[in-house]
């Protein structure tokens, strides 16, 4: 069989090859040769991501990119000019059950139009009172007795109980200054706030139950949790209706924040 006479591929030089005593077989063998592949070039990587603190959701911020990865709160997002992915609203699944459309539509239309008639009642509860307290104050002065309750028009009674939000011991000073010592010594009490479920029932045994922590060698204030308060007496709540000038003062106490008295109640007969 006659042998294939080599041709000159590029890059091969055929003479020199032949001088070296290579066949044209081995030569055109030496043509198929796939060139090398040039190598990839490396990947850029990508730039670090900041994360919101608590979410997990990565934003990316370019102004930090060259610090990597940091912390931040979501309010930052904005100065940065990142803008942080928004989190899922809720992880509940959601089910469509068509024949429960009408039935939810009357109870969303039936919360609505409870919400819209408490709102109507507390305003009507407002205007009650609104009218009803100087009615209360007027009825007192003329009885010379405090009247804590009205029966209003046949239908409603309005209740203003005596009752207050305990007070700071601190702010006694400003209470003193502003009533006087005399009214101060007979509208306010210091009161110990014990953690109990009874704390009038426990106030009464209250010197007792010290007594007998001594007796056995225990120290009373490891064993409760107690704070001593202010609290206005029924002195207060009498002359504050029955007297013009402590009127005047309650109200500018209530007014700067240091007495805050219970609201008063509207309900049917």
């Keep these: 069989m006659a042998t294939k006479k080599a041709k000159a591929p590029a890059g091969i030089d055929v003479a020199a090859l032949r001088a070296a005593g290579l066949s044209d077989e081995q030569i055109n063998a030496l043509a198929t040769v796939p060139a090398p592949v040039a190598p990839a070039p490396a990947p850029v990587p990508e730039p670090p991501k900041a994360v919101v603190s608590g979410s997990g959701n990565p934003g990316v911020v370019p102004a930090l990119a060259a610090k990597g990865k940091v912390l931040l709160g979501a309010g930052k997002f904005a100065a940065l000019g990142a803008t942080p992915v928004a989190k899922s609203k809720s992880k509940t699944p959601e089910v469509q059950i068509p024949a429960l459309a009408a039935v939810i539509a009357e109870f969303l239309k039936q919360t609505a139009a409870q919400k819209a008639a408490e709102r109507l009642a507390d305003q009507a509860k407002a205007d009650v009172a609104l009218k009803a307290e100087p009615e209360r104050v007027a009825l007192s002065r003329k009885l010379g007795e405090l009247q804590e309750s009205l029966y209003v028009n046949g239908a409603v009674t309005y209740v203003q109980p005596h009752g207050y939000k305990n007070i700071a011991l601190e702010k006694g000073q400003e209470l003193a200054i502003l009533f006087g010592d005399d009214n101060f010594n007979a509208f306010f009490e210091v009161r110990n706030e014990v953690k109990v479920a009874d704390e009038e029932a426990f106030s009464a045994i209250l010197d007792d139950v010290v007594a007998i922590c001594k007796a056995k060698g225990l120290d009373p204030a490891k ?5 001593q308060v202010l609290s206005p007496t029924r002195a207060l709540t009498t002359a ?8 005047a003062l309650f109200a500018k106490a209530s007014a700067e924040g240091l007495i ?5 109640t509207v309900k049917e007969k």
Aim: charge should be positive; aromatic fraction near 6%.
């Design 260 to 264: 805050t008295a219970k609201a008063p």
């Design 240 to 247: 504050r209706v029955m007297k013009d000038d402590i009127a």
């Design 223 to 227: 064993l409760f949790s107690v704070k």
